[in-house]
């Protein structure tokens, strides 16, 4: 095993020595993405990478994956939904600066202290959440003929492409 996680990170001294940090947590233990998820199953995994850019402002991209259990709004029952999302950061340490920040980054005010980097993985999580939580091939109940499987074997071809 690598070194444990830190709990927080200095964003900028993480960025002027060109960090990496990857790991992963439970969705057991983000208790925001907890209360957004069917039940507290799956884990959200995430690479970063801290450095500084051309102007002197403290980047962290990457990217997040993982997999949460939802509730189908459509047919009302739960399934898995894997999550992706690219991470694309600039530290701020203060709102005022809010207008610096590159068009294609993502404002982190950080008001100069540490960040938990738990909670930076969980709103980037929460942020790859779909809008509404369907099922890929989602069949409501009332298209159900006789009670076949789950999911049609089309549905799992489709999704192997
Ligand atoms: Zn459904």
Redesign the pocket.
């Known amino acids: 095993m690598s070194d444990p996680l830190p709990e927080f990170i200095e964003v900028d001294r993480f960025a002027a020595k060109g960090g990496h940090l990857e790991g992963g947590y439970a969705v057991a233990g983000l208790k925001r993405l907890e209360q957004m998820v069917a039940e507290p199953a799956g884990d959200i995994r995430f690479a970063l990478n801290f450095r500084r850019d051309d102007e002197g402002r403290s980047r962290i991209s990457g990217e997040i994956q993982g997999e949460v259990v939802l509730t ?1 709004q ?4 739960r ?1 898995r939904q894997a999550l992706a999302g690219t991470v694309d950061l600039t530290a701020l340490a203060d709102e005022r600066r809010l207008t610096d920040i590159p068009g294609d980054s993502e404002p982190l005010l950080t008001d100069g202290q540490p960040v938990r980097l738990a909670d930076l993985v969980e709103d980037e999580a929460i942020l790859a959440l779909p809008i509404v939580a ?2 890929p091939q ?3 109940p009332e298209h159900d003929r006789s009670g076949g499987s789950e999911e049609s074997p089309f549905a799992v071809l489709k999704r192997n492409r």
């Open positions: 189908c459509r047919c009302l029952r399934y369907l099922h989602c069949s409501p």
